[in-house]
């Protein structure tokens, strides 16, 4: 019996001995003196063992167990501050060690993020009026706006048309003066190709050809309903789309490659938009509106 109440005696010595020694205090900010939740205090020994860890408080304050006497040091983590560490320093039997810790803020170099943005090319009134966004959402049709003239810079109206593909620009007999514009027409089956129908704000100014020429019969098919093509009449002085309109005064453009993409306000499918159509709208127009 005696030697049951001997070792009851030295267990219950080792337990007190084990809660005896402890680490407590406060987390504060060095700037403000204010108290830190959210912290993590570790306690280790001097071979960098983990003896155990604490969650600061609202109010800052934080407590561990040491399982026994001997040398330890304390870490202290906060995201936004600089890990600080305590020690080494002694814990005897039955000792404790109070210590505020003031972090010292810490700013994080995060990598660089590099975000690119296309700007949304302005709506304007005049355009939505006469349907030219509606249009854009389908799938016929090439539409050139007032963002793709100004990235190009083109000295004539004839150098917008030359980034559309199809779309051939055939110089006039003074260089590229008096330069006219040329489709491939709906009469495919001819093998030819012709002058589009040209409106400028909802006019038509050229009215094109009625049907294919081909270069290769070395005559007219028929002639065009404004002019007989592709030999102009030497003695009539021609208009070329160059001389109506400059790329300054153009708001955009539609072109409509063959008859059957001509949508119906503009003609639709007729014997006058076989070889396409071109709708040039002005910026004089979108003031007008």
């Given at each position: 019996?005696?030697?049951?109440?001997?070792?009851?005696?030295?267990?219950?010595?080792?337990a007190?001995m084990?809660?005896?020694?402890?680490?407590?205090?406060?987390?504060?900010d060095l700037a403000?003196g204010?108290?830190?939740?959210?912290?993590?205090?570790?306690?280790?020994?001097?071979?960098?063992e983990r003896?155990?860890?604490?969650?600061?408080?609202?109010?800052g304050?934080?407590?561990?167990?040491?399982p026994?006497?001997?040398?330890?040091?304390?870490?202290?983590?906060r995201?936004?501050?600089?890990l600080?560490?305590?020690?080494p320093?002694?814990?005897?039997?039955?000792?404790?060690?109070?210590?505020v810790?003031?972090l010292?803020?810490?700013?994080?170099?995060?990598?660089p993020?590099?975000?690119?943005?296309?700007?949304?090319?302005?709506?304007?009134r005049?355009?939505?009026q006469v349907?030219?966004?509606?249009?854009?959402?389908?799938?016929?049709?090439?539409?050139?706006?007032?963002?793709?003239?100004?990235?190009?810079?083109p000295?004539?109206?004839t150098d917008?048309m030359?980034m559309?593909?199809?779309?051939?620009?055939?110089?006039?007999?003074?260089?590229s003066?008096?330069?006219?514009?040329?489709?491939?027409?709906?009469?495919?089956?001819?093998?030819g190709?012709?002058?589009?129908?040209?409106?400028?704000?909802?006019?038509?100014?050229i009215?094109?050809?009625?049907?294919?020429?081909?270069?290769?019969?070395g005559?007219?098919a028929?002639?065009?309903?404004e002019?007989?093509l592709?030999?102009?009449?030497?003695n009539?002085e021609?208009?070329?789309?160059d001389d109506?309109?400059?790329?300054?005064?153009?708001?955009?453009?539609?072109?409509?490659r063959?008859?059957?993409?001509?949508?119906?306000?503009?003609g639709g499918?007729?014997?006058?938009?076989q070889?396409?159509?071109?709708?040039?709208w002005?910026?004089?127009?979108?003031?007008d509106?």
């Amino acid at each position: 019996m005696r030697r049951v109440l001997v070792l009851a005696a030295l267990l219950l010595a080792s337990a007190r001995m084990a809660e005896a020694q402890r680490v407590h205090g406060r987390l504060v900010d060095l700037a403000t003196g204010t108290a830190l939740e959210g912290g993590l205090v570790t306690l280790r020994t001097v071979r960098g063992e983990r003896v155990g860890s604490a969650a600061v408080t609202a109010a800052g304050q934080f407590e561990i167990r040491a399982p026994g006497p001997g040398l330890y040091y304390v870490e202290v983590n906060r995201i936004g501050y600089r890990l600080l560490r305590d020690g080494p320093f002694e814990l005897e039997e039955d000792g404790e060690r109070e210590a505020v810790y003031s972090l010292e803020r810490q700013a994080y170099q995060l990598a660089p993020i590099e975000v690119e943005a296309k700007r949304v090319a302005e709506r304007t009134r005049y355009l939505e009026q006469v349907g030219f966004y509606e249009r854009q959402k389908s799938d016929f049709g090439h539409f050139v706006t007032r963002e793709d003239i100004e990235a190009r810079q083109p000295h004539r109206f004839t150098d917008i048309m030359g980034m559309i593909p199809g779309v051939r620009v055939i110089p006039g007999a003074a260089g590229s003066a008096g330069a006219s514009l040329q489709l491939r027409g709906s009469l495919l089956s001819h093998g030819g190709i012709c002058h589009p129908q040209v409106l400028i704000d909802g006019l038509v100014v050229i009215r094109g050809t009625a049907r294919p020429w081909r270069p290769d019969d070395g005559k007219r098919a028929d002639r065009a309903t404004e002019q007989a093509l592709p030999e102009p009449d030497p003695n009539r002085e021609q208009v070329s789309i160059d001389d109506l309109v400059m790329p300054d005064d153009v708001e955009a453009v539609e072109v409509f490659r063959s008859g059957v993409q001509v949508p119906a306000r503009f003609g639709g499918t007729s014997s006058s938009t076989q070889c396409g159509v071109i709708i040039i709208w002005t910026r004089r127009g979108h003031r007008d509106s």
